[in-house]
């Protein structure tokens, strides 16, 4: 049984950083691509960052102050949040391509606010 388990969320003034993480946990035979996502009150669901091998990919809003990463060796994904706006405040997904099926987290709550 494959599971995400993200953390990291908490509350921070706008300019602060944050930084989520993402583990991936069970029977990992083959890790695809991997995904960043969030979710405002009343809106829908924005996907926000891939990572796929060497190749990373941002929504505009969050290019030049969002980093993906990944380690491998620990089956984790990493969302580095810098420059904090209040708009970015959200519940936060990770996403995977893991054994050819997409997994989801339990999400992992970002508020930002003075």
């Known amino acids: 049984q494959v599971q995400l388990v ?3 969320g908490g509350l921070v003034q706008p300019g602060g950083s944050l930084r989520l ?4 946990s069970g029977s990992t035979s083959r890790i695809d691509a991997m995904r960043w996502y969030r979710q405002a ?14 190749s ?6 969050v290019k030049g102050r969002f980093t993906i990463s990944r380690d491998n060796a ?3 994904m990493y969302l ?6 209040p708009e970015d405040t959200a519940v936060y997904y990770c996403n995977g ?3 050819s099926s997409d997994y989801w987290g339990q999400g992992t709550q970002v508020t930002v606010s003075s």
Request: charged content about 30%.
């Open 41 to 54: 009150p009343g809106k829908e669901r924005e996907w926000v960052a891939t990572i796929f091998g060497g």
């Open 6 to 8: 993200e953390s990291g």
């Open 80 to 85: 580095q949040m810098d420059s904090l706006k």
């Open 56 to 61: 990373r990919d941002y929504v505009n809003s």
């Open 21 to 24: 993480s993402c583990i991936v």
């Open 74 to 76: 620990k089956n984790t």
């Open 97 to 99: 391509d893991i054994n």
